[in-house]
């Protein structure tokens, strides 16, 4: 409920324009690790639009006045950019025909180096994502996975988003790199994100949906490619095209005014058109993501717990649950497509409005004699990177709003406070061992799951958490590695307060077995030496011995080297549990905690495990939370606890002699329901 809860709030929350500076100013961070990749991208880019503005459209007027109309070329160069002059020098002396061919062997080198032929235009890139400066599809370097509106092919697209203006030999290496930049981007904020949430407290994972993380780490980090191709893609390219173009048409029809601002005229009207849309499309595009984590959530819920599902009879309700989810998750796309879907319109009538005033004026101007038929084409090719430009604009604005609600979900769940992980004090082997004075645990939820828990244990003792369920016997264990942190008192190792020890060096010398296993899809040899990869076959398998796990695992085809992700490693929980301890027996640690180790043990094998315990207590402090009397009987000290307290401490024998002992009481119960 508290995780629904949050979603519902961040779903609701605005994102304000300082928060999206900040957005920005963090991406920059990561962005600043690629300096030389985005160095070369830009660098390649800045030439390709330099080259397609100030000498791409002239071709065109040649070809038209000179070669089709057979105009003959001024030596001055008149009617051509100043830069063009040593060129239509070189022409001016040339026949139709030799102009034509010069045209064309000028086309074939710019096809080789650049993939550019004069009949190119602007569009989108090969990402989809509109760059200002992307021409369309002939030539472009470019390569995408085939995809539908499903968010997982979109984002397998984003997180490999690479393209290039241009073709050739140059558009290939431009691609390259804006693709090495792309996947080493998502991947450095996927890994940063994994690591932290693996980092964040107990209660706070408890508090978490997993689909939710997982939708972050997967679908959301890739806002992050998003934004820098519309920052420094699209505004910085968009902006160098705007600028090229308006000093070529100032510079070359400057007899013209009109023209040109109606060429500029178009960018006002776009954003006129298209700006009501950008909010919108933030908000529908949040809560579209939201859902669609809602979702992931509720299929990881469902599959974790089937076997409670099938044996409740609860198929029919989690199908309508899941379908619930799904519908609400479609419903929040439509709204986000069908904005996306008005601005596309309204942009393109804005574009088309512009494109017919442009060709009335133009028109009158070709008709008169001013301009050239050549002119015309030259012209209409600067009007159409202008207008392709500005609709650029209006659309990554909006397609801003969609990428910083992503990365904003990312930067929120970063913002998490984490274990203070590498903080602290390296504390060398545990000699002495665990003590706690006056401590008390109040989750954060306000429940108070300990209070005034004073316990001493020490290297070379067995010790026992004993009490009836919901005591508080796993909390208090969990404060010995450190999984929750008192609320007031002290837990300390050889005398050092647990708060002021660096996580690592606590938890390398603490082995636990949790009373839910865990285990890895890996060879179950694997599995065992988890927590010393460097262990031997023999040290492996006489752990799994003492467990009482070695002969079922050698039964399997496979043996130790059997995937438990495979068919044939369908296992029992008292066979994970097996595996779990002799994990736990391996690890070279100087405390080993185990909740509920014999609970799905039979008798032999419970005997086997507790003279291993006795073995392993001579040089560890072995501490087991247990309900069984055959296994906490052998305990050096038992703490029998009852709603959060310590209510009585001292070995079997000690605490059965207390005639109205809770102990005892509990022990006659326990016995009696046999």
């Given at each position: ?157 984003a997180a490999n988003s690479a393209g290039s203006a241009m073709g ?188 017919i005033i442009f060709f009335l004026v133009i028109a009158g101007y ?309």
């Amino acid at each position: 409920m508290h995780a629904l809860a949050e979603n519902q709030a961040e779903q609701e929350q605005e994102i304000s324009f300082s928060q999206t500076i900040q957005v920005f100013g963090r991406l920059m961070a990561y962005l600043s690790f690629f300096k030389a990749r985005i160095a070369a991208k830009l660098g390649l880019m800045t030439f390709e639009h330099t080259f397609r503005i100030l000498l791409l459209p002239w071709p065109l007027k040649i070809v038209v006045d000179h070669v089709i109309l057979g105009e003959p070329i001024a030596a001055d160069g008149a009617g051509f950019p100043d830069y063009m002059s040593g060129i239509m020098l070189f022409l001016s002396a040339k026949t139709s025909q030799e102009i034509m061919f010069y045209m064309l062997m000028a086309g074939i080198v710019m096809v080789i180096f650049l993939g550019m032929t004069p009949n190119r235009g602007t569009g989108r890139n090969a990402t989809g994502r509109y760059t200002g400066a992307a021409a369309g599809s002939l030539g472009a370097a470019s390569a995408e996975l085939a995809q539908g509106h499903d968010t997982a092919t979109q984002t397998e697209n984003a997180a490999n988003s690479a393209g290039s203006a241009m073709g050739g030999l140059l558009g290939i290496l431009e691609f390259n790199i804006h693709l090495r930049l792309s996947q080493s981007l998502n991947h450095l904020l996927r890994s940063e994100l994994a690591e932290h949430i693996k980092a964040l407290p107990m209660t706070t994972l408890d508090e978490r949906r997993i689909g939710d993380s997982v939708y972050r780490v997967i679908y959301d980090t890739t806002s992050a490619t998003g934004i820098y191709e519309a920052l420094a893609i699209g505004l910085y390219g968009g902006m160098l095209m705007i600028a090229l173009t308006i000093y070529i048409m100032f510079e070359s029809f400057g007899s013209a005014p009109e023209v040109i601002a109606v060429g500029i005229l178009v960018g006002p009207l776009t954003f006129l058109f298209v700006i009501p849309f950008a909010r919108l499309a933030r908000r529908r595009s949040q809560a579209s993501r939201i859902s669609g984590s809602q979702t992931t959530s509720n299929i990881e819920e469902g599959m974790a717990n089937v076997l409670a599902v099938q044996s409740l009879g609860g198929n029919k309700r989690e199908s309508e649950r899941f379908a619930a989810a799904s519908d609400e998750s479609f419903r929040r796309f439509r709204a986000e497509t069908l904005v996306k879907l008005l601005f596309g319109h309204a942009g393109s009538i804005a574009f088309l409005t512009g494109q017919i005033i442009f060709f009335l004026v133009i028109a009158g101007y070709v008709i008169d004699g001013t301009f050239s038929a050549g002119d015309y084409f030259v012209l209409f090719y600067y009007f159409f990177v202008l207008s392709a430009v500005f609709f650029s604009f209006g659309f990554l604005y909006t397609e801003l709003q969609v990428f910083i609600a992503g990365l904003a979900r990312v930067f929120n769940l970063l913002d998490i406070p984490t274990e203070t992980f590498q903080q602290g004090t390296h504390i060398p082997t545990i000699e002495q061992g665990v003590r706690m004075d006056s401590v008390a645990l109040t989750y954060p939820d306000g429940r108070q799951a300990l209070k005034n828990i004073n316990l001493q244990a020490n290297i070379g003792e067995i010790i026992a958490l004993v009490g009836p369920t919901g005591a508080g016997k796993t909390s208090l264990a969990y404060l010995i590695p450190g999984y929750l942190q008192a609320t007031s008192g002290t837990v300390s190792i050889d005398d050092v307060d647990t708060k002021n020890i660096s996580m690592p060096s606590l938890r390398e010398q603490i082995a636990y077995v949790f009373q839910e296993t865990q285990l890895f899809s890996d060879s179950i040899a694997d599995n065992i030496r988890y927590g010393n990869a460097g262990a031997s076959q023999a040290q492996v398998e006489a752990v799994a011995k003492t467990a009482g796990a070695h002969d079922f695992i050698a039964a399997l085809p496979d043996a130790y080297q059997t995937n438990l992700g495979t068919v044939t490693s369908k296992l029992s929980v008292g066979q994970k549990q097996r595996i779990a301890i002799a994990r736990g027996l391996l690890k070279e640690s100087r405390i080993l905690i185990l909740d509920e180790p014999t609970s799905a043990l039979d008798p032999e094998t419970e005997s086997y495990l507790i003279d291993a315990l006795h073995a392993a207590a001579q040089h560890k402090l072995v501490v087991i939370i247990a309900h069984r009397l055959s296994t906490i009987s052998h305990a050096d000290r038992i703490y029998f606890l009852e709603d959060g307290e310590m209510m009585e401490t001292g070995s079997h024998e000690e605490l059965m002699a207390q005639p109205n002992g809770r102990y005892r009481h509990y022990v006659t119960l326990q016995s009696g329901s046999r």
